[in-house]
């Protein structure tokens, strides 16, 4: 009887052990957003032209290359921060510079509002490194 049981708990537990791991793998983080996608909406937010929108593409590809490159790079950490901003601001500028004015205005109220909503997230999550409560 012992043995029987004994039996029977090795196989739920092995059953277990591989069930585990599909359902794990179906709960996985949702896949993320291809970059295109943002663009798109972008394109469609701003009422960009095809020309327009091949050109920020360019300058988005360019950005990112130098931000790869600059994540590769040795160094501090505050001086890498510097250089992120700095890569950005140059990012935007040159992308205000193809929008028109109506454009421009646009994208600097969807920046605010992103931005908005990236500093409620922060602020749900507390302040980075903090200890969790």
Same mark, same amino acid.
């Not at 050109?55 to 130098?66: D, G």
């Not at 994208?107 to 909503?117: D, F, L, P, Q």
């Given at each position: 009887m012992k043995s029987t049981r004994k039996y029977i708990l090795a196989v739920c537990a092995l059953a %277990? @052990?591989? /069930?585990?791991?599909?359902?794990? /793998? +179906?709960d996985g983080p949702?896949?993320?957003?291809?970059? @295109?996608? &943002? @663009?798109?909406k972008m394109k469609e937010a701003l009422g960009l032209t095809d020309a327009q929108d091949e050109?920020? =593409? =360019? %300058?988005?590809?360019? $950005? &990112? $290359?130098?931000l790869k490159a600059l994540k590769d790079k040795e160094g501090d950490q505050k001086e890498k921060r510097a +250089? #992120? &901003?700095k890569i950005r601001e140059a990012t935007k500028t040159k992308v205000d510079a193809v929008l028109t004015p109506a454009q421009r205005e646009k994208?600097? =109220? #969807? &920046?605010? $509002? #992103?931005?908005?909503?990236m500093d409620e997230k922060k602020g749900e999550k507390g302040p980075k490194g903090a200890p969790d409560a």
């Open positions: %277990i @052990g591989f /069930a585990a791991p599909t359902i794990r /793998a +179906e949702p896949p993320k957003k291809e970059h @295109g996608e &943002r @663009g798109d050109q920020i =593409k =360019k %300058i988005h590809a360019e $950005e &990112r $290359e130098q +250089e #992120m &901003r994208a600097e =109220k #969807m &920046r605010k $509002e #992103m931005k908005e909503r």
